[in-house]
């Protein structure tokens, strides 16, 4: 019912600074309803949610690991996500995925909880 689509992924040099985008479209949907997290999955690693923001936007959640580094915001005229993504380290190489849900409040970073998926985007940090 609902496309998610990232973009914005790449090679960089550590310390290097990138942004994702996820654009969501299909008919009817709205911020309103929905929240979005980011997930990133590392080759051989699991599938580790590191950011959501609930569909009030009054709520966003950072994992330890990228918390001060990164900064997840949205345009609601745009119905597109934004993850801003700064000071990346090596093990910040990941495909990176994002995911819609839609919870009665707040946000969440289980991948069984996700209703919609994109297909990801991979992110390389490398010298």
């Known amino acids: 019912q609902f496309q998610l689509v990232e973009s914005g992924g790449g090679l960089v040099q550590p310390g290097g600074s990138l942004r994702f985008s996820c654009a969501i479209s299909g008919p009817g949907f709205t911020f309103n309803y929905y929240a979005i997290t980011w997930f990133r999955q590392a080759a051989g690693g699991i599938l580790e949610g590191i950011s959501c923001?609930?569909?009030?936007?009054?709520?966003?959640w950072y994992a330890d690991s990228v918390k001060g580094r990164f900064t997840m915001y949205r345009d609601s005229a745009k119905n597109t996500v934004y993850l801003q993504m700064n000071d990346l380290k090596s093990w910040d190489t990941a495909v990176y995925y994002c995911a819609a849900d839609a919870p009665d409040l707040g946000c969440y970073t289980t991948s069984q909880r996700m209703d919609y998926w994109g297909k990801g985007t991979l992110v390389t940090v490398s010298s």
């Open positions: 923001m609930s569909k009030s936007d009054d709520s966003i």
